[in-house]
């Protein structure tokens, strides 16, 4: 059993940053991969971007490659999403999410994530 608790959302203007964070609470934190997700009003959750266990392979949707990062502190069971250039689109309730590692990489797909947070919301300006 992981649980995972997400913070840091908040109201920024377009084009400004925000930095995600997540904390495990589970021993053998780098068992798992980790993931962000999100969720706008009105659409389906969609994920962000993944990091494999080691931290070495990352995986980031289109919409947020260049300007998202995905890292993580496996000493300190610490997740991070640095956001930066930040567009209205953006805005959403941003999930942190652990699932067993299966390999080197990971997938940015809901069904491969058991563990879920309660989200943290993130607001863009225009």
């Known amino acids: 059993q992981v649980h995972v608790a997400e913070f840091g959302g908040g109201l920024v203007q377009t084009g400004g940053s925000l930095n995600l964070s997540c904390i495990a609470s589970?021993?053998?934190?780098?068992?798992?991969?980790m993931g962000w997700f999100r969720q706008a009003p009105g659409k389906e959750r969609e994920g962000v971007a993944c990091i494999s266990w080691s931290g070495r392979y990352t995986y980031y949707t289109g919409g947020v490659k260049g300007r998202f990062t995905i890292s993580r502190d496996n000493a300190e069971n610490m997740l991070y999403l640095q956001m930066t250039s930040l567009k209205p689109e953006d805005a959403a309730m941003y999930y942190c999410?652990?699932?067993?590692?299966?390999?080197?990489?990971?997938?940015?797909?809901?069904?491969?994530?058991?563990?879920w947070g309660q989200g943290t919301e993130v607001t863009v300006s225009s």
């Open positions: 589970a021993s053998g934190f780098d068992d798992y991969v």
């Open positions: 999410a652990a699932g067993p590692s299966n390999g080197a990489e990971c997938e940015l797909e809901s069904d491969r994530f058991e563990y």
